[in-house]
């Protein structure tokens, strides 16, 4: 008696659970990647023959924009697989180890698209407050050093996706899981959440501050020599401080828009599902020890 009663507490539990619907991925998610894809390949194509072919001699920013655009570009070239997968329902019709690279190549570009845009930030800030001091710390072969230490560092954080995707086949499908597989995602919990901390969370903050500095520094009455001039000289400081804020906010609102909700309905997604499977674990043990 007392087995069937926890038996059926166990299965009300489970329906009390929130049910994952997902169904409305395979409209949302081909769409969207689809803009993505078309947007984005024409202006990274656009700004890559700017920075190519018009820019005669590249400085750091130069540097740091060519790697953000590489990878923004190798981000795009993995979307039409994607399309393909979520347009078909979770159907992946390629290979596992095409499943692997695609999706390790979608974070990798993803986490090198955060952390190029924190270099171009941390150059600017120096540029905007430490004007004097960042002619010693700023040049080209620096930039370049720095652009193979950030690539290096994103391979070696996103090699792990190369082990933890993997397909398998459930009745006529094949999936190609975005995270891994149920048996091994205790592990990738872990590991996701150290590279969100690492290659978002830290970087978001010093661009925050970086930019924060900066607001700070422009708004100064006596930066840039507006305060000394009169007439049309300190009119134009003026409104040239005025576009570089607004400029800021700008670069701020787009960051945030671009990889803040991506990384907290992600979080959320993770957290939900892992209480889940702790609960129905613990379920399933207290079955088997009153069925002793």
Same mark, same amino acid.
């Given at each position: $008696? ?62 740091? $924009? ?31 180890? *095409? ?35 960042? *002619? ?68 978001? $903050? ?40 607004? $400029? ?45």
């Amino acid at each position: $008696m007392a087995a069937s009663s926890n038996y059926s507490n166990a299965t009300s539990n489970e329906s009390m659970y929130c049910q994952f619907e997902e169904n409305f991925k395979y409209i949302l998610l081909p769409v969207s990647y689809a803009l993505v894809f078309v947007i984005g390949l024409a202006l990274n194509a656009t700004a890559m023959y700017v920075i190519v072919f018009r820019i005669k001699r590249w400085n750091p920013s130069t540097i740091y $924009m060519f790697n953000l655009t590489v990878c923004d570009t190798l981000y795009i070239f993995t979307l039409p697989f994607l399309i393909y997968y979520y347009a078909d329902e979770n159907d992946w019709p390629f290979s596992e180890p *095409l499943c692997k690279l695609i999706r390790f190549l979608f974070y990798a570009n993803l986490y090198g698209s955060i952390l190029f845009l924190c270099c171009i930030s941390l150059h600017r800030f120096l540029g905007v407050c430490h004007p004097v001091r960042s *002619l010693r710390w700023v040049s080209a072969r620096r930039a370049r050093l720095v652009s193979v230490a950030v690539w290096a560092c994103v391979l070696f954080c996103q090699a792990p996706v190369l082990y933890f995707s993997r397909t398998r086949d459930n009745g006529s499908e094949r999936v190609c899981y975005d995270t891994t597989s149920p048996e091994l995602f205790d592990d990738f919990l872990l590991y996701s959440s150290a590279v969100s901390g690492l290659m978002f969370a830290l970087p978001f $903050m010093v661009v925050m501050v970086c930019y924060g500095l900066m607001v700070r520094k422009l708004l100064e009455p006596g930066w840039g020599g507006g305060s000394g001039e009169g007439g049309m000289g300190g009119l134009a400081a003026h409104r040239s401080k005025q576009k570089s804020v607004k $400029m800021i906010i700008v670069v701020l609102v787009a960051f945030m828009l671009c990889f803040l909700p991506f990384h907290l309905t992600r979080s959320l997604y993770y957290s939900f599902r892992y209480l889940r499977q702790v609960n129905s674990a613990q379920d399933r043990m207290s079955v088997a020890t009153s069925l002793r």
